[in-house]
């Protein structure tokens, strides 16, 4: 339970201030500031600060803010659409696959954590963020048809609107970004948190 | 489903330019700036133009930005807060007032959503932040109680954690802020939406 604080702990210690950056390593700074000041109120010279890097030694490595934005996006995006590939998410009844895409997302999100908050958090002022929203929206749609899927196969309960069922399902999943934080050194524990949530949300809390 | 959009809707439109307001209803303007531009974001002299009246006139209202945030604060927590003296809140089985507590919580969101919305959006740089962050605790500290409670009644399922589950149902509950609006002429379908976060919360999503 350690890792579970009552509210968000700081950010992590930054990395030495000497440029030895590689594209990775300066994108996780970069999201660690973006998360922080929000992608609006974050300037290249505020980058520059957190990196102990120059602007220019930055425009090495990238062309733009809204580069660093659109890959750190990216890196939270494959990872979610990559657990719709997998063959759980495809094979067998819908109620199955509904459930191993509920695993999986979590354990995304606890295992790419600062990158999928920052996707959750945009709000489409850039391209690069109308083009993210449009992207979550695919994905909650992809999910909205596997519950459909299982509700139509007689498994899953039918008195529920699928869409307002899919938002408080992906409300619970995704609120976890708001506390979960990695057990220091780094463990996870995130499928922990990713059974707890499949039992809420297949099972619900009664006992049967 | 009408007020159900894939995204948050835009600020309906502000009262009159016109120094008519009562406490009240500059709260409800200050609320709907504080909710736009987050309350660190927001100057007097914002509050002022989406007023359409002077600073003065809005000094002459209240003592500072801050009072306003206590004010609003305040009427999302009193809210919340009088569920938990409800009588079904305090009588009968726990499982039964823990059905309660939450049905009439997503009823306070829905009802006072753009001050549960601020309340859920605090940060705490300020004094009254920080308050509003211990009274949100001591609220979810209450629930999690009744949670317990009901686990030892034999009418909740014990194999998960208490803490977690507490966080995942109020992950689920205070997701609505994020999409839900009233009906158009400011009808309410909360009742519908409660309805939906008990029965997936209690009872799950697979067919019993």
Redesign the interface.
Known sequence: ?DN?G??PSKPSARPPRRDTYTPESLLAVAVEVFNERGYDGTSMEHLSRAAGISKSSIYHHVRSKEELLRRAISRALDGLFAVLDEPEANEGRA?DR?EHVTRRTVDVLTAELPYVTLLLRVR?NTRTERWA?ERR?EFDHRVAEL?KA?VAE????????A???T??????????V??YRPLPGGASDGA??AD??V??????????
């Open positions: 339970m579970i009552a509210m109620i509904l489409g929203m929206r519950l299982a007689g498994d899953l309960r039918a008195d529920l609107d869409r307002l069922t938002r408080l399902l992906f409300g619970m999943i995704n609120s976890v708001e506390w922990r948190v707890t949530v039992r809420l949300a297949f099972e619900g809390l009664r006992k049967q």
